[in-house]
């Protein structure tokens, strides 16, 4: 499914090259937009951690949270533009006990991730008031692991290595429609992929699966 999405989102900036101009002076028309999102989003495998799986005895684990990002568009020309935004990529949440010294403590673990996206955008007009985008670029993901006991205690390890917080870069792609309300204000929906990460290789245990960040959102974009 999501290498239908990817191959969607690059055939539609491929074909927008053939589409025509706006109509009218350019110059005149609004470039700039600034965007606030709010949606769904999913880190895909964050419950195959190792802290999760093998340190605790779980007793669920959700991958999919809210989320809100913030973007700023510029459009170059009525097809081709850029879009820079930053906010949550996840949120998955896990609960259940710890044993220590023969003692079960409740015990929730939580990675939480966010960051910056950079994508070129193409836009397909249909009609006066209603588009079609995609966009590809860069994600830059920033990782937040945490596992928490009752008993606050700090001395669990997984080979020897601690809880590894990390950044890391990966293919960002989307695709999405938006309505114009009037010449400042317009509405979007939109479905992106932040990528798919690493995140758990460096413990070295089996089980483990690579996380993909995806969002579900609705917008609200303010033209000026």
Avoid at 98 to 104: D, K, R
Avoid at 122 to 148: P, Y
Wanted: aromatic fraction near 14%.
């Amino acid at each position: 499914m999501l290498n239908y999405l990817k191959t969607c989102a690059l055939a539609a900036i491929i074909a927008l090259s053939a589409t025509p101009a706006w109509a009218g002076n350019y110059s005149e028309v609004t470039r700039s937009a600034l965007i606030i999102n709010a949606g769904y989003a999913k880190e895909k495998n964050a419950c195959t951690s190792p802290w999760y799986t093998a340190v605790m005895n779980g007793t669920g684990c959700s991958e999919g949270h809210k989320a809100y990002r913030l973007a700023y568009d510029y459009q170059f020309t009525p097809t081709w533009g850029m879009e820079a935004s930053y906010g949550d990529f996840g949120n998955a949440q896990g609960y259940g006990t710890v044993l220590m010294t023969g003692v079960p403590y409740q015990s929730n673990w939580s990675l939480k991730s966010g960051g910056w996206a950079f994508a070129g955008t193409g836009t397909l007009h249909v009609g006066d008031s209603v588009s079609f985008f995609g966009k590809i670029g860069v994600a830059r993901a920033e990782f937040q692991e945490k596992l928490n006991t009752s008993n606050n205690y700090t001395g669990v390890s997984l080979n020897n290595i601690g809880i590894v917080n990390s950044a890391k870069n990966a293919l960002t792609y989307g695709i999405g429609c938006q309505i114009d309300i009037s010449s400042s204000f317009a509405i979007r929906a939109q479905f992106e992929n932040f990528g798919t990460y690493d995140v758990y290789g460096q413990y070295g245990l089996p089980g483990t699966a690579k996380v993909t960040l995806t969002m579900a959102s609705a917008g609200l974009v303010l033209k000026f």
